[in-house]
């Protein structure tokens, strides 16, 4: 099972629709999550973090469900703009293996 | 604010080719790191620096070296190029190692013949 789970997609969605897309990953002990966005040929870039309590920027919100062991992220009134692909990010968790493990990305399509 | 640059952006080796990247950040951040990304495989963890004078491996560490020159600059070799380095490498750089926000370079598209 890869640590960190990511529908590929893509996500096809017109303009203005809410998607919402899932991430679950395998170490109970992660502490850190993030969701970062790439779009086509760029550098990854931080979106937002995850916290337990959950957060909102915008039109974005992102929850933690650690009992499930996944998060999630939310974009309501999608734009064309938020085309691009969603990369889960989890640290690693444990003793001596603190690093940041990415998810292979969903991809969003927003059409007119 | 630059954050993260990387150098080159493009690159084309032909086999057995030795090529540097090099990757400078100028947020004084502690840990730095390199990753390549292939289609469907999201991003792998070839090497990183968690505090400057330190190296250790990541996950794809095989075919490639690194150096922490100073706090700023880290680089990453390739002795003997080989068609399975043919990716997109990026370099990255936190505040501290392992569970903090990690900022990226442009990348480096770098084909091997």
């Known amino acids: 099972r890869k640590e960190v789970e990511q529908d590929p997609g893509p996500f096809n969605v017109p303009e203005g629709a809410t998607v919402a897309f899932n991430c679950t990953y395998s170490?109970?002990?992660?502490?850190?999550f993030f969701w970062y966005r790439q779009d086509c040929r760029k550098e990854p870039k931080l979106l937002m973090s995850v916290y337990s309590s959950g957060n909102e920027d915008g039109r974005f919100t992102a929850q933690l469900n650690r009992a499930s062991q996944y998060i999630s992220l939310l974009i309501r009134d999608s734009k064309l703009s938020d085309s691009a692909t969603y990369l889960c990010v989890v640290n690693s968790g444990g003793d001596s293996s603190y690093k940041l493990i990415f998810g292979s990305g969903t991809r969003l399509l927003v059409r007119p | 604010n630059a954050g993260v640059t990387q150098t080159p952006k493009f690159q084309v080796l032909k086999t057995g080719q030795s090529m540097t990247l090099q990757c400078a950040q100028d947020m004084n951040h502690n840990s730095m790191y390199w990753y390549r990304q292939d289609p469907g495989m999201g991003l792998r963890l070839i090497y990183y620096?968690?505090?400057?004078?330190?190296?250790d491996k990541g996950e794809v560490p095989n075919g490639y070296n690194v150096s922490r020159l100073n706090k700023r600059e880290f680089s990453l070799r390739l002795e003997s190029a080989a068609p399975s380095q043919t990716s997109v490498y990026f370099c990255?750089?936190?505040?501290?190692?392992?569970?903090?926000?990690?900022?990226f370079g442009a990348g480096t598209r770098l084909s091997v013949l």
């Open positions: 620096s968690a505090s400057e004078g330190t190296t």
């Open positions: 170490n109970s002990a992660s502490q850190s």
């Open positions: 990255a750089s936190s505040e501290i190692w392992g569970r903090d926000i990690q900022y």
